[in-house]
């Protein structure tokens, strides 16, 4: 898929973004990254708002715009640190639920089993 340039002007500043380019995003200034984030919450709010039923309610017209946005409290209020900090815990409970990977020496010790195994029967039949 061919990804094109995003120019994004933040408190009077152009920025060239690229989706294929994390170095890009990360040489952001940490001011101007949260207020993108900022917008893209709201933006990602106003795709969620739920569409009347046609038959229920007569349909607005599209030039009217509501007077306040429509924030969700938990993505309003969750900052970066409460991510970090969850990510981390998600990471904790993943890897609790791993099973270890087995060293050499119990895989070693499970081919001379099966070897010995096949030995005995080999000397019994």
């Known amino acids: 898929m061919d990804q094109s340039t995003i120019s994004?002007?933040?408190?009077?500043k152009?920025?060239?973004?690229r989706l294929d380019d994390p170095e890009g995003i990360k040489s952001l200034p940490w001011e101007d990254r949260?207020?993108?984030?900022?917008?893209?919450?709201?933006?990602?709010q106003?795709?969620?708002?739920?569409k009347p039923d046609s038959q229920a309610v007569t349909p607005?017209?599209?030039?009217?715009?509501?007077?306040?946005p429509v924030a969700n409290k938990k993505t309003a209020t969750a900052s970066s640190q409460d991510i970090d900090v969850l990510m981390s815990q998600l990471i904790?409970?993943?890897?609790?639920?791993q099973t270890p990977i087995p060293d050499r020496s119990v895989?070693?010790?499970?081919?001379?089993?099966?070897?010995?195994v096949i030995i005995v029967l080999s000397l019994l039949f």
């Open 8 to 12: 994004i002007t933040i408190n009077g």
């Open 14 to 17: 152009t920025h060239q973004l």
């Open 34 to 44: 949260k207020q993108l984030i900022k917008v893209l919450e709201v933006i990602h």
């Open 46 to 50: 106003a795709e969620h708002v739920k």
């Open 60 to 68: 607005i017209r599209p030039d009217i715009k509501p007077d306040k």
């Open 92 to 97: 904790i409970e993943d890897r609790k639920n």
């Open 107 to 116: 895989a070693i010790k499970w081919m001379l089993a099966i070897i010995l």
